[in-house]
Structure formats: structure tokens, C-alpha cells
């Protein structure tokens, strides 16, 4: 069973209203959740990254929250753009092992709509 | 970007054949990683490296080799390729303040 699970798997957006995206990860011990970014034929770019005491992370009009208690997360776009459509990938590590191992999510297809 | 390229860009081949795909790096990064990327399952981890000739398998390893005999390349090997190899090959780097992963622009393979 994937240990990060994102919702929904594609969301449909007009130009200039906002969305908000899940994620809910088993990993354990947790160490940091990213959001990543990836354009369509291009390599993910990460776009926040926070840490088991942050709850809240921004980067321009992108939004990253998390709750480690329950563990999730959302990343909440405002204002969307056209040059938002893309793939965003949650992704999770754990403490160990240390050479960087992380769990993927499946991504959300997102796609603006002028 | 974060000075990772990837060569080939794209490739076609047949069945049976080897095939090799090389990632550079210009930032001087210890760890190297490779992934395959696949409708409906993400990115998946190949093989990584932790410096030169120190490599270990991830979880998709059966069918692939690595190589790194320098700091700066990173080799993945297709020893004799099969149609369900067929997928988008990304290579990243980690390094930075936050141990971020770095993705190279990717290659996509298809095997006939």
C-alpha cells in the first residue's frame, strides 16, 4: 500500500479561482513533506518543504499546510493561473534511512481552464 | 534548474538491446539518484549512489545496473531492455540547505 495517497487525482479549474489539493501520508518517523511541481514533459521542481514543527509554508500564490498530528497535508493555489496546470506530487521522507529515501504520492493533475 | 542534465533525451529501441542513460551534474553533489516515472504509480527509485563507486539498489532494481566512477556522472544500464521498460527515466541530485531532491529534465525511453 502506497504510504502517500493524494486527492482527487485530476480537478478541473477556471482561470482565476482557487483549489485546494490533499495529501495523507503513513510515514513514520515522519522528517518532511514537499510539494512538488511538474509541468508536463519536465522534472519535478519542489515548490515548499516543511518540517514536523511548521504548519504552514508559502511560496507566492502557493499555500503548503501541515498537520502532523493527523498526518496530512493540503497545498492550496490562489488565484490560479493557465501556467499552473501541471502534475503536483506530494512527497514524504522519513528520519531514516538517511540517503534520502522518499515516498511518492501518485500526484494531482491539475488543469486551468481559461 | 540545478545543473543536472540528462542524455538521451529520447530514445527508441528494440527488445534485447542494451541501453545506457547518462545523468551529469555540475554541483558537485555526494548523492545521485535514478527513477522511473509510470501512469498511475509516480516515481519510483531505481538505484542510487552515495559517492563515487558507492551505489545500492531501490525498489525497482531488477533489469537495471549503475555505474559512477565520477563525482559528476551517473549511469543507468539497461543490460537487455524489455517493453515494460518503457517509461520516463528521471535522474536527480540532493544537496542545499534542506537536502532537497533536484530532477533532472528526464528521458523518455521506448522499447518495441
Known amino acids: 500500500k502506497n504510504q502517500v495517497e493524494q486527492s482527487p487525482q485530476s480537478l478541473i479549474i477556471l482561470e482565476g479561482k482557487n483549489c485546494t489539493l490533499q495529501c495523507n501520508y503513513t510515514v513514520s518517523p515522519f522528517s518532511n513533506l514537499r510539494w512538488y511541481k511538474q509541468d508536463t514533459g519536465r522534472g519535478p521542481v519542489s515548490l515548499t518543504i516543511?518540517?514536523?514543527?511548521?504548519n504552514t509554508k508559502s511560496n507566492g500564490r502557493y499555500t503548503a499546510t501541515l498537520d502532523a498530528d493527523t498526518k496530512q497535508s493540503s497545498l492550496h493555489i490562489t488565484a490560479s493561473q493557465l501556467s499552473d496546470s501541471a502534475s503536483y506530487i506530494c512527497v514524504v521522507s522519513a528520519i531514516i534511512p538517511s540517503w534520502g529515501k522518499l515516498q511518492f504520492g501518485a500526484g494531482t493533475q491539475v488543469v486551468v481552464t481559461p | 534548474d540545478a545543473g543536472i542534465t540528462q542524455s538521451p533525451r529520447h530514445k527508441v529501441t528494440e527488445t534485447g538491446t542494451p541501453v545506457t542513460l547518462r545523468c551529469h551534474q555540475t554541483?558537485?553533489?555526494?548523492?545521485m539518484y535514478w527513477y522511473r516515472q509510470d501512469p498511475g504509480h509516480g516515481l519510483r527509485l531505481i538505484h542510487y549512489s552515495y559517492g563515487v563507486k558507492d551505489t545500492d539498489k531501490g525498489e525497482v532494481s531488477d533489469g537495471y545496473s549503475v555505474s559512477r566512477s565520477k563525482t559528476e556522472d551517473f549511469l543507468l544500464t539497461l543490460e537487455s531492455a524489455t517493453s515494460s521498460q518503457t517509461s520516463v527515466y528521471f535522474c536527480a541530485i540532493r544537496g542545499g540547505r534542506t537536502d532537497t531532491q533536484y530532477f533532472g529534465p528526464g528521458t523518455r525511453l521506448t522499447v518495441l
Open positions: 554541483e558537485n553533489h555526494r548523492y
Open positions: 516543511m518540517t514536523f514543527s511548521e
